[in-house]
C-alpha cells in the first residue's frame, strides 16, 4: 500500500514529557499538511510543507511544537513539554500541488 | 470562528433512499470545496470536490451542489448503502497560490439503517 503512513499509531505520555511523530507522505506528493483533530471537532490545520520548505503555519502552533521536513521526504512533528490539552488525532496528509489531500491514519496522542 | 458548519451533527437514512448532508460557509474568498468520508480508526477519505465555476459535481452515487449566493453545499448520496454510514466532513480553502490550508466543519455522523 502506498498511501499514507503515520507512526506511532498511539501514544501515551506523562504531561512535561516531549514527543514526536513520524509521517511518509505518497511518494511522489511534494505537499504534506499537518492537522489536530479534537473530539467532535473536525480537522484543524497546523502547517504545511512543499518539498523542505515550511510555507505556512496556524497559530495553533505555538512555540511548543516544531514541524520539520528535511529532505522534502518524511516528515516530524515534535512537541515539548506536553500539556493534558495536546491530547488529540494528529493527522498527516499529502498532495501533488494543488490536487486533494489524502490523509493518513493519524497519531493519537494521551496526554496523563 | 466556524467559517465551515455542519449544522446536523447525526443523519439516519434508510437503505436504498437519499442521503443529504449539508454545509454553510461563511468567508466568502473560499472558492474550492471538499468532502471527506471517515471511518473510526482511519483518517479522513477524499470523496468529492467542487471548484466554485460549478455549481454541480458528480461522481456515481455521489454528487454534491454548490450554492453560492446562499453559501451553501450539499452532498447527496443516492442510493444510500451500509457502506455509507461514516462521518462525513465538508472542507473549504481558497485557491491562491500559497494558502492550500483545508477548513474543516465539524462533521455529520451518516447511518444507514438497513
Known amino acids: 500500500d502506498t498511501g499514507v503512513s503515520q507512526n506511532p499509531r498511539h501514544k501515551i505520555t506523562k504531561r512535561g514529557q516531549n514527543v514526536t511523530f513520524r509521517c511518509d507522505p505518497i511518494?511522489?506528493?511534494?505537499?504534506l499538511y499537518w492537522y489536530r483533530q479534537t473530539l467532535g471537532q473536525g480537522p484543524e490545520f497546523l502547517t504545511y510543507?512543499?518539498?523542505?520548505?515550511?510555507?505556512?503555519k496556524s497559530r495553533l502552533l505555538s512555540d511548543r511544537f516544531s514541524a520539520e521536513r528535511p529532505k522534502g521526504s518524511f516528515s516530524t512533528l515534535e512537541i515539548q513539554r506536553t500539556e493534558q490539552g495536546d491530547s488529540a488525532m494528529y493527522l498527516c496528509?499529502?498532495?501533488?500541488?494543488?490536487?486533494?489531500?489524502?490523509f493518513g491514519p493519524g497519531t493519537r496522542l494521551t496526554v496523563t | 470562528d466556524q467559517q465551515v458548519k455542519q449544522n446536523s451533527p447525526s443523519l439516519s437514512v434508510q437503505e436504498g433512499r437519499i442521503s443529504i448532508l449539508n454545509c454553510d460557509y461563511t468567508n466568502s474568498m473560499f472558492d474550492y470545496f471538499l468532502w471527506y468520508k471517515k471511518y473510526p480508526a482511519e483518517g479522513p477519505t477524499f470523496l468529492i470536490s467542487?471548484?466554485?465555476?460549478?455549481d454541480k459535481n458528480e461522481d456515481g452515487r455521489f454528487t454534491v451542489f454548490l450554492n453560492k449566493s446562499a453559501k451553501h453545499l450539499s452532498l447527496h448520496i443516492v442510493p444510500s448503502q451500509p457502506g455509507d454510514s461514516a462521518v462525513y466532513f465538508c472542507a473549504a480553502k481558497t485557491s491562491n497560490f500559497g494558502n492550500e490550508k483545508l477548513t474543516f466543519g465539524t462533521g455529520t455522523r451518516l447511518t444507514i439503517i438497513p
Open positions: 496528509a499529502s498532495s501533488l500541488g494543488v490536487d486533494e489531500q489524502y
Open positions: 467542487i471548484s466554485s465555476i460549478k
Open positions: 510543507f512543499q518539498n523542505e520548505a515550511q510555507l505556512e
Open positions: 511518494s511522489e506528493h511534494n505537499r
